[in-house]
């Protein structure tokens, strides 16, 4: 969506502080011994109690109110009798709707004891996300932020998953422009508009480059070759003056 009006950006503003804060909330939550589907119970009360709906659930059908994906899976996984246990990287995907506006945001955990590659991989994570944000804003191409994600990923010796790339939210989950890359894509020709609302969230892997669907379920993805792979999303808008990130809690 294209924000048109003060109300729109309140709105947004609410539903993405909402998400911000049940994702915070289920990373503090996180502990060895429990299960995802208890972890996504967590994310489901905190919703309901703003008086969000989970859009997962609400626009897919999915078997959830969030998706947790552990180690292997790096997205859409199902939460369920799945135990999390010491060392797991965890990764938390939060999207839901208020009054007709949706936000999106995600983050992965290391549950300690943590190894010293993969504190690294997932500060890098961040960094990387904040690499792609920074070149967002109305007039500049979609194509910097893949570019500049690229450019931070081979620096710094780490592969990129090339096709779960970001997307437009707003009045829906996922809406126009479709196909935002994560990653260098020469034939990406599109500009940001004033107002536009998309999501930044990079996949940073020690050495996967796509996601592939696996035979247990129709959800889950994994990495392809298996590594590592962290992935970090903030719903923004692009402005004349920058990036305006709408998931941070407070």
Not at 28 to 49: C, H, N, S, W, Y
């Amino acid at each position: 969506m294209t924000v048109s009006s003060d109300d729109d950006l309140d709105a947004l503003k609410q539903i993405g502080r909402i998400v911000a804060n049940t994702l915070e909330a289920m990373g503090k939550a996180i502990e060895p011994g429990m299960t995802t589907r208890e972890l996504d119970q967590v994310g489901r009360r905190f919703m309901e109690a703003a008086g969000a709906r989970p859009a997962p659930e609400m626009v897919y059908d999915f078997p959830g109110a969030t998706c947790i994906s552990v180690n292997e899976e790096i997205a859409h996984g199902i939460p369920g009798d799945r135990t999390i246990r010491p060392g797991d990287l965890v990764n938390i995907d939060v999207s839901a709707e208020k009054d007709g506006f949706f936000a999106d945001t995600g983050a992965s955990f290391a549950v300690p004891p943590v190894t010293r590659a993969v504190e690294r991989l997932c500060k890098d994570g961040r960094r990387a996300m904040w690499t792609g944000l920074r070149q967002v804003g109305s007039g500049k191409p979609l194509a910097g932020i893949g570019r500049a994600v690229g450019a931070f990923a081979q620096k710094n010796g780490y592969t990129l998953v090339r096709n779960l790339a970001s997307h437009g939210v707003g009045l829906s989950l996922h809406e126009e422009p479709t196909e935002i890359a994560t990653w260098p894509d020469p034939s990406e020709r599109r500009i940001m508009r004033d107002g536009l609302v998309f999501t930044v969230e990079p996949f940073l892997s020690l050495g996967a480059e796509i996601a592939e669907s696996g035979e247990d379920d129709v959800w889950t993805l994994y990495s392809q070759p298996r590594a590592l792979t962290v992935q970090y999303e903030h719903t923004v808008v692009a402005t004349r003056n920058g990036p305006l990130v709408l998931t941070m809690p407070g």
